[in-house]
């Protein structure tokens, strides 16, 4: 074969074009959060666009960025799940997810509901100190909720292990096109009778939970285990291609999309000002346009003003936002004069967090 005809091949095959992973973040580079511990009942996100979900009463974890990487493959960071409280006995209920969700008009590339649905191959490297038989879900969250489940085996103990699966495609039901949840890509790390008693869903089908997370090992059963995943790559076709390695700030603006800080040092001015109108009004920018209107976390922020004073902020509302730009309003407890311009100032470590994940 010439040249150009191998070139032709590979971009016919899509393994010469950019941004072919619909994973983000797969390399576990940005981490705005800062690491966090598992909650019951609820979504943790910590490596920005990756949670972990669990509603069990009897574990407990903490969720990382790791620097423990296979060697020789260009990664610097991974996620690790590292158990703190065991939980030997599975309630049947009981499950234990670590995920990343996607917004449905990101796949529409997929084609499903049609006679062209694509297939998708999932790639990466995993590390366990627990070895068995895991599982890999997807869970299609759109009217009729649809998943498709493969396992995989962790071989040895603490050593890195490459993995391939591939997804058949959905020809039955379409992606909406929108920016709302719509795939749940999911490492199974604990699962009960109920998602584990049926039949593995190794094809589409309307959901299903007994048949979702069969023969999954219970990683949670010792505070000696960890979990560990990088190299995530997601990409239309039926073969795995090489990690598609990104700058930073590529795969930083596409998580700012749902995550983004304002974050301080002790006593220092943030590049954000407003003045005086019965309360402090402010407005801020958003580096990348959000998916969403975002909510609003502050935390440990003064309001400096007029003279070179300071007062506590009480609560923080918003008055307007959309997915580019934030008004919003600082209370404080007294000592302002309208028409007054001020700034905010950090008193300790301090941050305003802007949250429009899925």
């Known amino acids: 074969?010439?040249?150009?005809?191998?070139?032709?091949?590979?971009?016919?095959?899509?393994?010469?074009?950019?941004?072919?992973?619909?994973?983000?973040?797969?390399?576990?580079?940005?981490?705005?959060?800062?690491?966090?511990?598992?909650?019951?009942?609820?979504?943790?996100?910590?490596?920005?666009?990756?949670?972990?979900?669990?509603?069990s009463g009897?574990?407990?974890?903490?969720?990382?960025?790791?620097?423990?990487?296979?060697?020789?493959?260009?990664?610097?960071?991974?996620?690790?799940?590292?158990?703190?409280t065991a939980d030997s006995s599975v309630g049947a209920a009981e499950v234990a997810l670590l995920r990343q969700i996607i917004e449905g008009q990101n796949l529409q590339r997929l084609a499903y509901g049609t006679s062209g649905a694509k297939s998708l191959t999932i790639s990466f490297w995993v590390r366990s100190t627990k070895t068995g038989i895991y599982v890999v879900d997807i869970y299609h969250a759109d009217a009729t909720a649809r998943t498709q489940s493969h396992q995989y085996t962790i071989s040895q103990a603490d050593t890195w292990e490459y993995k391939t699966i591939t997804f058949s495609g959905d020809t039955s039901?379409?992606?909406?096109?929108?920016?709302?949840a719509t795939f749940y890509v999911q490492w199974g790390l604990s699962a009960g009778s109920d998602y584990t008693s049926g039949t593995l869903a190794t094809t589409w089908a309307n959901k299903t939970d007994a048949n979702r997370f069969v023969g999954q090992v219970n990683f949670f059963d010792s505070t000696s285990n960890n979990f560990y995943l990088t190299g995530i790559q997601l990409e239309?076709?039926?073969?795995?291609?090489?990690?598609?390695?990104?700058?930073?700030?590529?795969?930083?603006?596409?998580?700012?999309r749902y995550y983004t800080d304002i974050v301080r040092a002790d006593n220092q001015t943030a590049h954000l000002v407003g003045y005086v109108q019965a309360?402090?009004?402010?407005?801020?920018?958003?580096?990348?346009?959000?998916?969403?209107?975002?909510?609003?976390?502050?935390t440990?922020?003064?309001?400096?003003?007029?003279?070179?004073?300071?007062?506590?902020?009480?609560?923080?509302?918003?008055?307007?936002?959309?997915?580019?730009?934030?008004?919003?309003?600082?209370?404080?407890?007294?000592?302002?004069?309208?028409?007054?311009?001020?700034?905010?100032?950090?008193?300790?470590?301090?941050?305003?967090?802007?949250?429009?994940?899925?």
């Not at 296979?70 to 960071?77: A, E, Y």
Request: hydrophobic fraction near 45%; aromatic fraction near 8%.
């Open 173 to 180: 039901i379409a992606v909406d096109n929108d920016n709302a």
């Open 279 to 298: 309360t402090t009004v402010a407005r801020f920018g958003f580096h990348v346009p959000m998916r969403a209107s975002p909510t609003i976390t502050e």
């Open 236 to 256: 239309v076709g039926e073969q795995a291609t090489p990690f598609e390695h990104e700058d930073f700030g590529t795969t930083l603006a596409k998580c700012s």
């Open 300 to 358: 440990n922020f003064n309001i400096l003003y007029a003279g070179g004073s300071e007062e506590a902020i009480t609560s923080v509302d918003d008055i307007f936002q959309d997915n580019q730009f934030l008004s919003f309003r600082a209370v404080v407890s007294g000592n302002l004069t309208v028409g007054q311009a001020v700034a905010l100032y950090s008193a300790g470590a301090a941050s305003f967090a802007f949250d429009a994940e899925l």
């Open 58 to 84: 009897a574990l407990a974890a903490n969720l990382q960025q790791s620097t423990v990487v296979p060697s020789g493959q260009g990664f610097n960071n991974s996620i690790l799940v590292d158990c703190t």
């Open 1 to 55: 074969m010439s040249k150009a005809a191998e070139l032709a091949a590979l971009i016919g095959g899509q393994k010469a074009l950019g941004n072919k992973n619909l994973i983000i973040n797969g390399a576990a580079t940005v981490h705005q959060r800062g690491n966090q511990t598992a909650s019951n009942g609820s979504a943790v996100y910590f490596v920005d666009r990756w949670n972990m979900y669990h509603n």
